[in-house]
């Protein structure tokens, strides 16, 4: 990773120690807005199914605001890897760091139910010229008593290529009855669409000029330990997924650690 890139993350993800060491001090706030940090650590970042750091651990980060209006928004941040050691085929990216700007409105539609809107800008700073990956999404979904959310997102400019990107998804967490652990799952389908380009897949060769449309899954268990929360998750896809992504899309186990504070 370059030293700017994972001198910004490491900043970013530093928030939650220097926001408890001024809490020891000064104490909470009161008011309107409240601020959180967090840092986390993870042995794989997984992006709807995709592994987006190689399948290698990524370090993250993230700074919200919320107002009690139900406004909020925050930067996110993690280490990324998009080009595999061994893909000669393929230029080197520059890509080493992903972050994600939001703003968003959150809002109760009926007892147990909160409608959500938002617009996030996927930045990946660093990367070499001529190469350019951002892009918007706006991001709508529904939850029920805070336990099962249904998303759809769409972006006309998936990865700046042009191409129209619609997400559909369904995720659940319930609660177990032992050691305070929660069952989390999700399920999603995505569809990219290819603009009439020809698609390669991980291998350099070309499969086609259709849409880019796959399912993906994931399973997992969390549990947290007062500030801090920890989780361990399986993910998969289809076919679809590992014809174009390769191992990237393949069935894994991951952990994260997150470390949240109040600021």
Avoid: C
């Amino acid at each position: 990773m370059h030293k700017k890139s994972l001198f910004a993350l490491a900043l970013l993800a530093a928030l939650p120690f220097t926001a408890s060491a001024q809490d020891e001090e000064g104490g909470e706030s009161a008011g309107p807005w409240s601020f959180t940090a967090s840092a986390t650590l993870t042995s794989d970042y997984v992006f709807r199914g995709v592994s987006q750091s190689q399948e290698d651990w990524a370090l993250q980060g993230e700074f919200a605001f919320e107002h009690e209006s139900g406004f909020y928004g925050g930067l996110w941040g993690s280490s990324v890897d998009f080009i595999p050691d061994d893909a000669s085929y393929l230029d080197e990216d520059g890509a080493n760091l992903e972050l994600d700007a939001y703003v968003g409105y959150s809002w109760e539609l009926a007892d147990k139910w909160v409608g959500d809107v938002q617009v996030v800008r996927y930045l990946y700073p660093g990367t070499n010229e001529g190469v350019n990956y951002d892009y918007n999404e706006l991001i709508g979904s529904v939850t029920y008593d805070e336990m099962i959310t249904a998303t759809v997102g769409y972006s006309n400019d998936v990865y700046n290529l042009d191409d129209d990107g619609i997400y559909v998804g369904l995720s659940g967490s319930y609660g177990l009855p032992w050691w305070d652990l929660s069952l989390d799952g999700e399920v999603g389908h995505y569809s990219i669409g290819s603009g009439g380009n020809e698609i390669f897949d991980s291998h350099g060769d070309v499969i086609g000029v259709d849409d880019l449309n796959y399912m993906h899954y994931s399973l997992g268990l969390s549990k947290e330990f007062g500030p801090v929360s920890t989780s361990l998750t399986w993910s998969d896809t289809d076919d679809e997924a590992t014809d174009y992504y390769g191992e990237t899309a393949d069935p894994r186990l991951f952990f994260t650690v997150t470390l949240s504070t109040d600021l």
